[in-house]
């Protein structure tokens, strides 16, 4: 395929001729327009917008101290969210907004900004701007030799910061795929294996996200603004429901790290049952389709340091012989090493005697014992199983 790219600075024109386009172009591509790939059906949550302004140490001219995030409460429930971006004079309110659209000329920022302080203070308005908190996801993830990635293929609601993280798993899973076909020895069914893969991730993350704005959406009432028994009783309430909420959202490491493809066509499961998959506890397992564990190495290196170059069979004492596993991927021109590893904690979290991982650091295969056709091994992995 060929593409027409233009240098704004200089207003040339260019062709870049290619095997493979990725859309990596946001939540406006063109290209997945130009594709009829629609941006699944769940919709828009609100227009919400954002004031940025610089004050220093605006903490120490009210009562609540240095707080990372702090939620805005009336009769109403929250309507504002104030976050310090770096922690001395550069601050961020974001409006939750309607469900419709707000010119942000029509917004008054000096009003917002005093009511949510309490008080009138100098300050310098850097911006106020409006958006829209989504929650969406592509109906397929490639069209040909086009394939979408990040919030071109997928988009949601910034409550979380799950974007960025699902943006790059898309990128991970994609880049050693593409390599492979490039390189001549993947199958027909690699590349196809990354809708199968990534999509439902976007589709949990996705999911997650909203769930947690939603968290916010809190019952309360006209005390809550009183100086009274009342009022101190539901603020003390609605803080402790945020606080749960946002502990969720911001210690879930198993939304970052705990995905498992699940019924991926290129890993080989053993029938013992999914591992948990939470957007909470990250919980390390060697089960095919997870991220491979993380256990110290000698030298201060981490077992996660040993992938990234092909495929790698890390093989523990009782392993056996697995040189037939070698020959098959060398006869596909797959990249394969063996890393012997005997150290019994490391067996122990690898919870077999070998593990087969792929080159971006997940488990294809686990077992006990070689398995008795390598070739079908080699040729599932790579996206060449019939």
């Not at 971006?85 to 900004?113: C, M, N, Q």
């Not at 945020?242 to 210690?251: I, P, V």
């Not at 170059?309 to 523990?316: H, I, P, Q, T, Y």
């Amino acid at each position: 395929m060929t593409a027409q790219v233009t240098d704004l600075e200089n207003d040339r024109t260019y062709s870049i001729r290619s095997q493979y386009l990725v859309a990596c172009c946001g939540g406006r591509s063109s290209i997945r327009d130009t594709l009829g790939i629609p941006l699944g059906n769940q919709g828009v949550l609100g227009y919400p917008a954002s004031i940025f302004f610089r004050t220093e140490y605006l903490w120490e001219r009210h009562d609540k101290g240095k707080t990372a995030l702090n939620f805005l409460i009336d009769a109403g429930g929250v309507w504002a969210t104030l976050i310090p971006l770096d922690g001395r004079e550069l601050w961020r309110i974001t409006l939750h907004g309607s469900k419709d659209y707000v010119d942000p000329k029509g917004i008054d920022a000096h009003a917002i900004i005093s009511r949510v302080a309490g008080f009138d203070f100098y300050y310098e308005l850097l911006s106020c701007g409006s958006w829209i908190r989504r929650e969406m996801v592509a109906d397929r993830y490639r069209e040909g030799r086009v394939l979408l990635a990040g919030d071109c293929a997928h988009q949601n609601t910034p409550t979380g910061g799950y974007g960025m993280n699902t943006g790059i798993g898309d990128a991970v899973d994609l880049s050693w795929k593409l390599a492979a076909t490039l390189n001549g020895w993947a199958g027909d069914g690699l590349l196809e294996s990354y809708e199968s893969e990534r999509r439902p991730v976007a589709v949990r993350n996705v999911t997650e996200a909203t769930a947690n704005y939603r968290r916010r959406n809190l019952a309360t009432s006209e005390a809550v603004t009183k100086d009274s028994d009342e009022g101190r009783a539901l603020r003390a309430k609605l803080g402790a429901q945020l606080s749960e909420a946002n502990e969720r959202q911001h210690r879930g490491h198993g939304i970052a790290l705990g995905h498992i493809y699940s019924g991926s066509p290129i890993c080989v499961y053993d029938g013992e049952g999914d591992a948990p998959d939470t957007v909470n506890d990250f919980i390390q397992t060697s089960y095919p389709g997870s991220r491979a564990p993380h256990t110290p190495l000698p030298a201060g290196q981490s077992t996660l340091d040993l992938f990234g170059k092909g495929f790698v069979l890390l093989r523990f004492p009782g392993g056996g012989d697995v040189s037939a596993i070698g020959v098959a991927a060398d006869a596909r021109g797959v990249p394969f090493r063996v890393i012997d590893i005997g150290e019994p904690d490391i067996a122990a979290t690898y919870e077999r005697r070998l593990a087969l991982v792929r080159p971006d650091g997940v488990v294809a295969w686990r077992g006990d014992a070689p398995p008795t056709d390598a070739a079908t091994l080699i040729d599932r992995v790579r996206g060449a199983a019939t």
